[in-house]
């Protein structure tokens, strides 16, 4: 694949327009057709301007068969917008999200993005503009050291000072996004180097060496019949077992073989956010997610478990924030990740494999069915299935308020686990985690790492065009949406149907949630009570044909049928009860043990009282 | 404990900057950095020593190889124990 070493350029592989004159601009966009970029994010400026003349004038030559543009540029209100639109298209299709900015500000406001993507494993390519080479270091006009900012926050930055690199480099930047571990990467270039004059060559990229290397051992890595059977023994030895899917799962496109895997050997899975869909959240055997948010089934499971597999997850914070109690029966833990760093970062393993995880569950399937291996798993399966119904989510039903819960609910009901739902960041995000089903990657869209407020709206712009005849919804929080509530504007300037849910809780709801345990009760600037907006106003004045304030539970089955079935763009407020928590909860320095699981879900354990003193931990 | 590390380095704008920020990002105290010419006028050597236990060690030395510039990174005391 992509590390191969480069070819020798023969007749039968040389690009149609080799040797054709061309801006460096109309490489970087001839580029893009080469790596089969359908769409792209961004916002004009002087520094990218020729990329965009160049952008037009190829859509202009290039009509799809159906009148539309070969790869439309879609503007946001904020170069944010555009990242988080890239990032959700990159998100929910699983190719390379594209985004063209200019120069200084325009960069600046993607580093968010790129930061974000960095930290969930998302495939981008950024071009941003730079003032010209002559300028660069004399405090030009919308100058930025974008090289070094980005260089701290991407998978990597290309500064190309160097017109001849030019093709080479954009190539480079597709093949690094996609490829190992993905990740955002960002080339900067000049705008001299966009108006030099080359010749296109159709194909080569930079020799990268020693990144190749790497990657070339961690992809051609295999799991021997000694490791496979180091596995087995552990497995058969043990009575609990449990799988731990993350991100990962969704990343390699390794669902199938999870469930491949779990057919063969019977293991609960239990996902983390960025896993969500990895498995089917309905099967019997899903124990949903984990962690600090987790349901309270999942994280007792994994107290009781003992024997971890983790496949493509990192044992992160919000899942071991106490390392040393994470798992704490587990008496083997193994662990899978194409990222060699991510081995016994946390939490020390036994077993351990880096290397395609696709591959690496195929291996172990066929050979723990080769070797009839079937591990006797009915009292474990039993307690599973009793942990479920014992501690299963729950809220007040009885409640004269609109609980979140129930709205989410209602609109589960409808979608069943098969739209694609983006969110914000805080409560909203947690009890849409929490209280959705997942049947299928790539229908979760969350800023899980960085944790982003603003992310739901743009990231749902941006998956909508990778799937423009799917159900997209935003469920957002009135904080969040506030982020980027600009792209209100995008969505009805391009007609997309999306969905958009606020849940207005007058605040930000999870803050309010630390500092009533946390704080005493003092809501230090996460009370929004005495701000104006009026939402459906808003959504109304950038073009929302049905917009809507939901305040009454019996309004709400028929308001979310309504709006569900709407043709266009819609947007629905729904008033919630602004004490509604988020529960259960592994609170910061707390054990999986010490969870509160809050007035409605049955806890197992006395509850451990609140620490009143500011915790060090976040 | 002290440890000192081998750093083969593209010659690329901003490779040396992105070297000394991921070790300053995840919180590395460098005590000494050389940069070196070698016979390869496209690569540069990197030697720097700093103060780490064995398991940051060996954390450091993976994310330095997850650097797109970085070609190779040795631990001498480590290859010559081994």
């Known amino acids: 694949m992509n590390a191969q070493p480069l070819k020798a350029e023969t007749a039968t592989d040389r690009h149609p327009l080799a040797g054709q004159a061309m801006s460096g601009a109309e490489v970087i966009v001839q580029v893009f057709a080469g790596e089969g970029v359908e769409v792209m994010f961004g916002y004009s400026g002087g520094a990218i301007l020729p990329v965009y003349d160049a952008v037009f004038r190829y859509n202009a030559e290039h009509p799809r068969a159906n009148g539309g543009e070969a790869m439309p540029l879609i503007v946001p209100a904020n170069e944010q917008g555009a990242g988080f639109m890239a990032a959700g298209y990159a998100r929910a299709s699983g190719k390379v999200g594209v985004a063209v900015v200019t120069s200084g500000p325009g960069a600046t406001n993607m580093v968010t993005p790129v930061r974000d993507s960095m930290a969930d494993s998302i495939p981008l390519v950024v071009i941003c503009g730079q003032v010209g080479t002559a300028a660069i270091g004399s405090d030009a006009f919308q100058e930025a050291p974008i090289s070094n900012i980005m260089g701290a926050c991407a998978k990597h930055v290309f500064l190309v000072t160097d017109a001849a690199q030019l093709e080479a480099t954009m190539r480079t930047a597709f093949t690094l996004a996609r490829s190992g571990r993905p990740g955002p990467v960002v080339v900067d270039v000049p705008k001299d180097v966009q108006n030099t004059a080359l010749a296109w060559r159709g194909s080569g990229e930079l020799a990268l060496s020693g990144y190749r290397t790497r990657l070339r051992t961690v992809e051609q890595a295999t799991l021997s019949d000694t490791d496979c059977a180091a596995l087995f023994t552990a497995l058969m030895r043990a009575q609990r077992p449990l799988i731990y899917a993350g991100g990962g799962v969704i990343a390699a496109e390794a669902a199938d073989a999870l469930r491949a895997f779990v057919d063969a050997f019977g293991l609960p899975v239990t996902t983390t956010l960025m896993g969500l869909g990895g498995f089917d959240s309905t099967d019997p055997l899903a124990l949903h997610l984990l962690g600090m948010h987790g349901t309270a089934y999942a994280n007792y499971a994994v107290e009781d478990c003992d024997f971890v597999l983790a496949l493509g997850a990192r044992f992160d914070d919000r899942v071991a924030g106490v390392p040393d109690k994470f798992a704490p029966r587990a008496k083997f833990i193994a662990q899978v990740d194409i990222d060699p760093s991510e081995i016994g970062k946390v939490k020390a393993v036994d077993w351990h494999h880096v290397g395609p995880l696709t591959r690496a569950l195929d291996r172990l399937t066929a050979y723990g069915r080769a070797h009839g291996l079937h591990p006797q798993l009915t009292a474990w399966h039993a307690r599973v299935a009793e942990l479920k119904r014992a501690h299963a989510m729950n809220y007040d039903r009885a409640s004269a308020l609109v609980q979140p819960y129930a709205v989410l609910e209602a609109i589960n009901r409808h979608t069943q686990g098969r739209a694609i739902v983006s969110t914000g960041v805080g409560q909203h995000q947690m009890w849409a985690a929490q209280y959705f089903d997942f049947r299928a990657p790539r229908h979760w869209l969350t800023s899980g790492s960085m944790g982003t407020m603003g992310f739901g709206l743009p990231a749902a712009i941006g998956a909508q065009f990778a799937h423009p005849d799917k159900l997209v919804i935003d469920i957002d929080g009135d904080a969040s949406i506030r982020m980027n509530i600009g792209e209100l504007e995008t969505v009805t300037t391009y007609n997309l149907p999306v969905k958009v849910v606020v849940l207005n809780n007058v605040g930000d709801g999870m803050v309010r949630q630390w500092q009533k345990l946390y704080f005493k009760g003092r809501f230090a600037a996460s009370d929004k009570s005495l701000h104006k907006k009026d939402f459906v106003l808003a959504a109304q004045a950038d073009g929302f044909a049905w917009a809507q304030r939901l305040e009454r539970t019996e309004e709400l089955e028929a308001t979310i049928a309504a709006f569900l079935a709407f043709e266009g763009p819609a947007f629905l407020e729904v008033m919630i009860d602004p004490d509604a928590g988020v529960y259960p909860m592994v609170g910061p320095g707390a054990s999986y043990a010490q969870m509160i699981t809050g007035d409605f879900i049955p806890s197992r354990a006395a509850p451990v009282a609140h620490e009143d003193s500011p915790s060090h931990m976040f | ?82």
């Open chain 2, 1 to 82: 404990m002290n440890h000192t590390l081998s750093i083969l380095l593209q010659n690329e704008a901003g490779a040396l900057v992105r070297v000394a920020g991921l070790f300053a990002a995840r919180g590395y105290n460098i005590d000494t950095l050389t940069v070196a010419a070698t016979h390869d006028p496209a690569v540069s050597r990197l030697t720097l020593s700093l103060q780490c236990d064995d398991a940051s060690l060996s954390q450091i030395l993976q994310q330095t190889r997850k650097l797109v510039d970085v070609l190779q990174v040795a631990h001498p005391a480590t290859a010559l124990a081994a």
